[in-house]
């Protein structure tokens, strides 16, 4: 099991991310793209309102927002390590017996299905702070506009990588009503609707 992302120091993360274990991986990191994004937002929002630019009543739900989608993200990021190690454990159970091969091929489903559940909700959560960070660049703090920008870029790049570990897990994943409703979901996100 991954030791928890929070209180952990950013250079301890990445030497775990840049090691040969399978864990952290692109979900985690994809769900940290998020995080910083979301701290962006939140930074351009907070300049925003101390400098009064903009409308206070529009960019303080903001501040709020920004916030907690960053610490949905961080727990989430967890969350994908902690799912994708579920997926390594499943694909290790026995497959001797009719009998082991049948509660292997459900517990692989179940982990799989959490596995494409989790970045399916930082994708979602992905696509809110980029359309926020999009309004932030346009109405907010003008010297800020860079942040905003960037904020954009960590979001979109957190969208299209937790993406596309949701559409490795399904494709992993038996056809069922659920595989195709958390594939209509992905495919929904990654059209922006």
């Known amino acids: 099991m991954t030791r928890r992302l929070d209180g952990k120091s950013l250079s301890r993360f990445l030497d775990e991310l840049a090691s040969e274990q399978p864990v952290p991986g692109g979900g985690t990191a994809a769900a940290i793209a998020g995080c910083l994004a979301a701290a962006l937002a939140g930074m351009v929002v907070r300049l925003s309102l101390a400098r009064e630019v903009g409308s206070a009543t529009r960019l303080e739900p903001w501040r709020h927002r920004a916030d907690a989608v960053r610490r949905r993200l961080l727990e989430l990021a967890q969350a994908d390590a902690?799912?994708?190690?579920?997926?390594?454990?499943?694909?290790?159970?026995?497959?001797?017996?009719?009998?082991?091969?049948?509660?292997r091929r459900?517990?692989?489903?179940?982990?799989?299905?959490?596995?494409?559940?989790?970045?399916?909700?930082?994708?979602?959560?992905?696509?809110?702070?980029?359309?926020?960070?999009?309004?932030l660049e346009r109405e907010g703090y003008?010297?800020?506009?860079?942040?905003?920008?960037?904020?954009?870029?960590?979001?979109?790049?957190?969208?299209?990588?937790?993406?596309a570990n949701?559409?490795?897990?399904?494709?992993?994943?038996?056809?069922?009503?659920?595989?195709?409703?958390?594939?209509?979901?992905?495919?929904?996100?990654?059209?922006?609707?």
């Open 82 to 103: 902690e799912a994708y190690q579920a997926v390594l454990v499943a694909y290790r159970l026995p497959r001797e017996t009719p009998a082991d091969k049948t509660h």
């Open 142 to 163: 003008r010297p800020a506009a860079t942040d905003a920008r960037v904020a954009a870029a960590l979001a979109r790049a957190a969208l299209e990588g937790a993406l």
């Open 166 to 193: 949701v559409t490795v897990n399904l494709d992993s994943m038996k056809e069922s009503e659920v595989r195709q409703s958390l594939r209509r979901r992905a495919e929904a996100l990654a059209d922006g609707s």
């Open 106 to 135: 459900e517990a692989v489903d179940a982990a799989l299905q959490q596995a494409a559940s989790v970045p399916l909700e930082v994708a979602g959560l992905a696509r809110e702070v980029l359309e926020m960070a999009g309004c």
